[in-house]
C-alpha cells in the first residue's frame, strides 16, 4: 500500500474508444503528477498539478487530457489514442512548500495497451 | 543542463555477491538524490534519500549508497545481494531553477542477481 492508489491496473483499447485513469492519493499532499513509462525510454513527465492547478504540461498531444477536480484526485483522459501511445501510466504525488524534499510517492501504474 | 546518467543499462551479479549501480549526476546547487526500485509492472518504490548530513546513506532491503560530492556521483549498494532484488533501479537528482523542485530522473539500470 503506497497511499497513492491507480485505476484501472490494466487497460485496453481501441484507436477510437475514450477512457480514463484514475489517480487518487492519501497522503495529503498539494501536487500530483502523470508520467508515461514506456519500453526501453526513460520515464516522461506529462503534467503536473500544484493545489488542483496544473503547472506543467509537456508537449504532451491534446489527445491526452488531464483533470484534477481536487488535491487528492487526477484523472488523465484518453481518446483517439495511437499504438504507439501503449505504456505504463503512473501517477504521484508530493508535498508543497517547505516540507517538499523532492520525492516523489507514486502508484502502480495502469498498464494502457492501444490496439 | 541538470541531468542524471546511470552508465550502465544492465547489471548482472550473483547471489551472495556484492553489488553496485551507477550514478552520476549535474545539478546547479546542493543535489538532493534519490534512489528508487521497481519491480515488473509495479509502479516505482522509493528506496533512500542524500538531503545533507553523512555521506552514507542507508536505505530499504539492507541497500545503500555514499554520496560523493567531488565525484558528482551517488552509486547503490549492497553488501550481499539476493535474487529478489532483481529489478529496475532509478537514480534521481532534484532539479533547480526552471526545473525547480522536480525529480530528474536517469534512464535506469536493469539488475539481474542469479541463483
Known amino acids: 500500500e503506497t497511499g497513492v492508489t491507480q485505476t484501472p491496473r490494466h487497460l485496453v483499447m481501441g484507436m477510437t474508444n475514450k477512457k480514463s485513469l484514475k489517480c487518487e492519493q492519501h497522503l495529503g499532499h498539494n501536487a500530483m503528477y502523470w508520467y508515461k513509462q514506456s519500453a526501453k525510454k526513460p520515464l516522461e513527465l506529462m503534467f503536473v498539478?500544484?493545489?488542483?492547478?496544473?503547472?506543467e504540461n509537456n508537449s504532451v498531444p491534446s489527445r491526452f487530457s488531464p483533470e484534477c477536480p481536487n488535491s487528492s484526485h487526477l484523472f488523465l483522459h484518453l481518446h483517439t489514442l495511437q499504438p504507439e501511445d501503449s505504456a505504463l501510466y503512473l501517477c504521484?504525488?508530493?508535498?508543497?512548500?517547505?516540507?517538499?524534499?523532492?520525492?516523489?510517492?507514486f502508484g502502480e501504474g495502469s498498464r494502457l495497451t492501444v490496439l | 543542463a541538470q541531468s542524471v546518467a546511470q552508465p550502465e543499462d544492465q547489471v548482472n551479479v550473483a547471489e551472495g555477491n556484492p553489488l553496485t549501480v551507477k550514478c552520476t549526476y549535474s545539478?546547479?546547487?546542493?543535489?538532493?538524490l534519490f534512489w528508487y526500485v521497481q519491480y515488473p509492472n509495479r509502479g516505482l518504490q522509493f528506496l533512500l534519500k542524500?538531503?545533507?548530513?553523512?555521506?552514507l546513506v542507508k536505505g530499504s532491503y539492507g541497500f545503500e549508497a555514499e554520496f560523493n560530492k567531488s565525484q558528482t556521483s551517488f552509486h547503490l549498494k549492497k553488501p550481499s545481494a539476493l535474487v529478489s532484488d532483481s529489478a529496475l533501479y532509478f537514480c534521481?537528482?532534484?532539479?533547480?531553477?526552471?526545473?525547480?523542485?522536480?525529480?530528474?530522473f536517469g534512464q535506469g539500470t536493469e539488475l539481474s542477481v542469479k541463483p
Open positions: 545539478v546547479s546547487g546542493n543535489p538532493y
Open positions: 534521481a537528482v532534484r532539479g533547480f531553477g526552471n526545473q525547480g523542485g522536480k525529480l530528474i
Open positions: 498539478y500544484s493545489l488542483e492547478e496544473r503547472v
Open positions: 504521484a504525488s508530493s508535498p508543497t512548500g517547505r516540507t517538499n524534499t523532492g520525492e516523489l510517492f
Open positions: 542524500y538531503i545533507t548530513g553523512d555521506n
